[in-house]
């Protein structure tokens, strides 16, 4: 089930990195330059994305990365194991190409349960849709947190706003693509 984030095929992706460099000096070097070098080389690396010359498969990789990426955040600070959301490459039936398929671990954990009772002989078969509406209640649970979380987590919030900027620009992209075809 996707929770309000598409799923979109994996495509070869290009990050433009610019990390920090250290300062050269002219004048002769003491321990506290070279500790205040040392430091400089210890900062993180920056990542900068320039999407304004991406092709429409780049834009598609760059959007399936900034969506593991909300999972990432949302897995790590909600409130329960059974709220994270599994990511799975699998290949639908009568069919060579890989899909990803984001579920939360309930609806996960509901349909082995509801699998290994059909297959015991103890009860029905059920459709994707009724197991959704089983566990209706985890799902209202599971937006909560998510919305709590985008206003708490600024880091959250700010991958979501990525995320629908390059959706935004996705859509535009591909529309004039068949617009000129």
Do not use: W
Not at 116 to 142: C, E, K, M, W
Not at 145 to 155: I, P, T, W, Y
């Amino acid at each position: 089930m996707k929770i309000g984030l598409r799923a979109i095929p994996i495509c070869l992706s290009t990050l433009l990195v610019i990390g920090s460099f250290p300062s050269i000096g002219l004048a002769q070097e003491t321990d506290a330059d070279t500790s205040e070098e040392t430091s400089e080389q210890a900062r993180p690396i920056e990542e900068i994305s320039v999407v304004g010359q991406r092709s429409i498969p780049q834009l598609r990789a760059l959007i399936f990365e900034k969506e593991q990426e909300i999972y990432e955040i949302f897995n790590r600070h909600n409130s329960s194991d059974k709220f994270d959301v599994i990511c799975i490459r699998r290949r639908p039936t009568g069919s060579h190409i890989p899909q990803t398929e984001c579920e939360p671990r309930f609806l996960i954990n509901l349909r082995a349960s509801k699998t290994r009772d059909l297959r015991s002989g103890i009860g029905p078969q059920f459709s994707r849709q009724a197991l959704i509406a089983l566990s209706a209640q985890d799902y209202a649970t599971l937006q909560d947190e998510m919305r709590e979380l985008m206003a708490s987590n600024g880091e959250f919030g700010a991958a979501l706003a990525e995320f629908e900027k390059l959706i935004e620009i996705h859509d535009s992209r591909l529309a004039n693509a068949e617009a000129n075809n």
